[in-house]
Nanobody
Framework: AQLVESGGGLVQPGGSLRLSCVAS????????MGWFRQAPGKQREYVAS???????YYLDSVKGRFTISRDSGANTVYLQMNDLKPEDTAIYSC??????????WGQGTQVTVSS
């Protein structure tokens, strides 16, 4: 199985980025897709997830700014990030859980918010 993220980069505070993650080679149906992030010197933290029934959940600090969506047919999950803040700077990693409760992870994409 392989998860490939894209869309990271350098953006000024208040700017926007859209992350994408394409999952391939997963044998079983996908139960959930989501995003985590890890800032330098900090623990990895949950950001957002979307389930096969459409439910979405978000970290409180990103609610109203980030939107998670998925294209089930393409096994792709997106994270639209608006009004970015310096504290959003981190490596963002894609996570997929299949219906056998197996987790898969991508390598991550760097998001830097700085003026």
């Amino acid at each position: 199985a392989q998860l490939v993220e894209s869309g990271g980069g350098l953006v000024q505070p208040g700017g926007s980025l859209r992350l994408s993650c394409v999952a391939s080679g997963i044998m079983f149906s996908i139960y959930s897709m989501g995003w985590f992030r890890q800032a330098p010197g900090k623990q990895r933290e949950y950001v957002a997830s979307i389930y096969s029934d459409g439910r979405t959940y978000y970290l409180d600090s990103v609610k109203g700014r980030f939107t998670i969506s998925r294209d089930s047919g393409a096994n792709t999950v997106y994270l639209q990030m608006n009004d970015l803040k310096p504290e959003d700077t981190a490596i963002y990693s894609c996570n997929v859980e299949d219906n056998q409760a197996v987790d898969y992870w991508g390598q991550g994409t760097q998001v830097t918010v700085s003026s």
